[in-house]
Structures are given as C-alpha cells and as structure tokens.
C-alpha cells in the first residue's frame, strides 16, 4: 500500500490541495478551464515540470495512485461515520441510564418522605394514646390447678363500621353487645372445664380501617377513634377474663384492614394500626402479674407463635397471605418448625380442619356481613370459636360460638 501523505510530500502537497488540483486536471481534460500545464503548475506550486502533470499515468495525478488515495479517503470517512455514530449510540445510552438514575433517585426520595409520614403518623398515635391510658389497678385472680387451658379467639371486629343490611346490622353498640355474649360463653365454658391459663388470641382487623373506597361510607369513626373504641372494648374483655383465670396471655398478629396505605402495593410490613393494640394493653395491665401480652414468639408483624403449657406449638396468622390448604406447609418451610396447629382468621368463619397431621383453625368475626361481603357475593353469621388444649391434644375439643 502507498504511503499517500509521504508521496504528496514529494511533491510539496497537502490533501486539500491535491483535492483541488486533480479537479483542475479534470475541468482542463473535459475542456470546462482553459488553464494550460504550466498554469496549474504554478498554481500549486507543484515540485514538478508542466509536462508531468500531461503524463499524469505515472504519478499522484494519475493511475493507481488516484486509486488508492480515494480508497484510503473513502475508508477513513466510512470509519469516522462509524465512530461518530458509535459515540451518538453511547452518549444516547449514558443519557437514557442519567434519566434511570434520576427517576430511581425520585422514587426513592418519595419512599422516604412517605416512610417518615408514616413513621411520625404512627408516633403521633402512640404518643396520643400512651397519655391517655393508665394503668389498671391490681386485680386478684382465682387460684386454678388444672392440665387444660383455654384458647379464647377473638378476631375481625371491624370496629368503627355501620352497617344496616338484610342480613346484619352492626355498629359501636352491637359490638358491645357481641362481646358480652362472647364473654358469658366462655364462662359457662369455663365454668366446665375449670382451665388454668387463658390463650387470648387476637387475629387481626381490631378495626375497620379505610382499604376500601366503600369503607369510608361505612365507618361512623374516623381511624383514631376505631383504635380508641377497640383497645377500650378489647381491655374490658380482658378484665372480665381475670376474674375466671389464674392467668392470661395474649398474642397478637395485624390484619389487612388496619394497613396505613389503602393501596395494597405501597404497603410496607409492619405498618399496621393493629399493632396500637398490644401496644396500648401492655400498658393497661402493666400493674397485673397475671396478664401478659406476649411478645417473644413474632416471627414477623404478620406470623406470631407460641406454645401452651402442655407443650404444643402454635403458629397464627391473620390469613390474608395464607389459605387453610397452604399455611401449614408454607409456614413449616418458612420456620423450619411444623406446628401442632394453626390459628388463621380472615375468611369471617369458623372452620376446622387437618393438613399433614396438623390441625388448622379458622377463626369467625364480630362483624358479620358488611358491604363488602354483599359485593362479594359473600355472607357469614357473626361467630368465634375457643378451644380446649391439653399435653395430649392440641385441640381436645372446640367450641363454634355465634354472636348474633
């Protein structure tokens, strides 16, 4: 190949010049100038005589040289259109990756802005309820010896909803009510077995909260007030409880209804209203050897465990993210444990089955059918169930309750 620049050197030429002097050579050949030889010689300055040029054959103003000099001028140009075009899809792609960076960075900031809202809203409650709540005086327990225990379920309340329908009506003063019957229920249960301990179970959605646009039709109380109105009606069942056992645990896990975020996709764990309300009962009893509120078996906000005197593991859940067909192998994965049984809640009906040996339990509601039960094509009588438990048996015996 010839070195192009080296043999334009010869001549005393740059580029652009030979560019400029090959079109005079064309323009005298087809006749469009009237420059002779020696003109266009002198023009450039050419290191040649007149003569050369008009034997151009063998030379840069002709043959194989013109050739190659196009060749070598026709690659360069093809290879910088490559190059810019490369850089074009480059700077395209770092602009496209600056805007990902800037929209992650703006999702980001508003994640943190929303957690905080949250986090002071929640502080807000806490710090608002905490002022309001003292502590219960002590109170005597009855002295009770005996290998049985009582499981008492309590669950989906939806306290703070109105409802006037065909197949219920329910509002502040109907929960009550269902609470007292509940509690003359198991009484007479206890009046029965004579159990030691009480396993106070409370399976979520205390209160009716505002995931569903028709909730905020329904609701007489704002959420505040639905707290307020459950932790008041949920600590006066407790303390009808002591004066029936020798002691009392409670454990709890938050449903679905009491999430801060209506969307269930910008929900974050943990940022449930239920969560006020072991919160508030710890406080309530704080006075009170013989009531616990549990709280060593969380494996989550939303799985809690714990195990009876007679040694049997339960887990519970409030069973929005589980069915009574998948829970227990779900949960078994999930801990490395399989339970003696599991407590769910959720589906507002009372129901008991056994799934590899364990034994599931479904618990009902307060509530009964509401709106959104009607749109579902769904219906249920108000319910809740207790269990027997004993070292032999998870659930020696269980007891459905209805509440209307």
């Known amino acids: 190949m010839i070195d192009i620049d080296q043999e334009l050197k010869k001549y005393g030429l740059n580029r652009e ?13 087809n006749g469009s100038n009237d420059m002779d030889w020696a ?17 151009a054959s063998q030379t840069i103003f002709g043959g194989q040289f013109v050739a190659d000099y196009f060749r070598e001028k026709n690659a360069v140009d093809t290879a910088s259109e490559g190059y810019i075009a490369q850089l074009r899809l480059e700077k395209e792609e770092v602009r496209k990756e600056r805007q990902k960076l800037s929209d992650e960075r703006t999702d980001y900031q508003r994640s943190l802005r929303e957690q905080a809202r949250r ?16 502590p219960l005086d002590y109170k005597e327990t009855p002295v009770i ?30 929960l009550r009510g269902r609470l007292c019957k509940y509690i003359d229920e198991v009484k007479a249960i206890q009046a029965v077995h004579k159990c030691q301990r009480c396993e106070l179970v409370l399976g979520g959605d ?6 569903h646009p028709n909730l905020r039709l329904q609701n007489n109380e704002n959420v505040i007030e639905q707290i307020k109105t459950v932790i008041t009606f949920i600590g006066d069942f407790v303390t009808v409880l002591q004066s029936e056992f020798a002691e009392i645990r409670v454990h709890s896990v938050s449903g679905n209804h009491s999430r801060l975020s209506p969307n ?9 209203l239920d969560a006020m309300v072991p919160f508030c009962l710890k406080m309530m009893f704080a006075n009170n050897p013989s009531v616990t509120i549990h709280e060593d078996g969380y494996v989550d906000n ?19 993210k589980d069915t009574p067909s998948n829970a227990v192998r779900n949960l078994t ?43 579902l094509r769904i219906s249920g009588e108000p319910e809740q169930c207790v269990i027997i438990t004993t070292r032999e048996r998870p659930v020696k015996c269980l007891y459905d309750i209805g509440l209307k």
Request: include cysteine; aromatic fraction near 8%; charged fraction near 25%.
């Open 17 to 29: 010049q030979y560019e400029s002097c090959l079109k005079d050579i064309k323009d005298k050949i």
């Open 39 to 55: 003109e266009i010689v002198a023009k450039y300055n050419i290191d040649c005589h007149s003569d050369t040029l008009r034997k």
């Open 119 to 134: 986090e002071s809203f929640l502080e807000v409650i806490e710090r608002g309820l905490a002022a309001q709540i003292e």
């Open 145 to 174: 010896s005996n290998d049985e225990d009582m499981i008492v379920c309590l669950s989906d309340l939806h306290a703070g909803i109105e409802v006037q329908n065909w197949w219920n009506t329910y509002n502040v003063d109907v």
């Open 206 to 211: 205390n209160i009716s909260g505002l995931i």
């Open 264 to 272: 269930k996709a910008e929900h974050l764990n943990g940022e449930e």
């Open 302 to 320: 939303s799985i809690n465990t714990f195990v009876t005197r007679g040694g049997k593991l339960f887990y519970l859940v409030h069973g929005d």
């Open 333 to 375: 994965l999930m801990t490395g444990k399989k339970p003696d049984a599991v407590l769910m809640a959720h589906r507002h009906h009372n129901a008991f089955d056994t799934q590899y040996g364990v034994k599931v339990v479904q618990m009902g509601c307060v509530v009964g059918t509401d709106d959104h039960c009607v749109d």
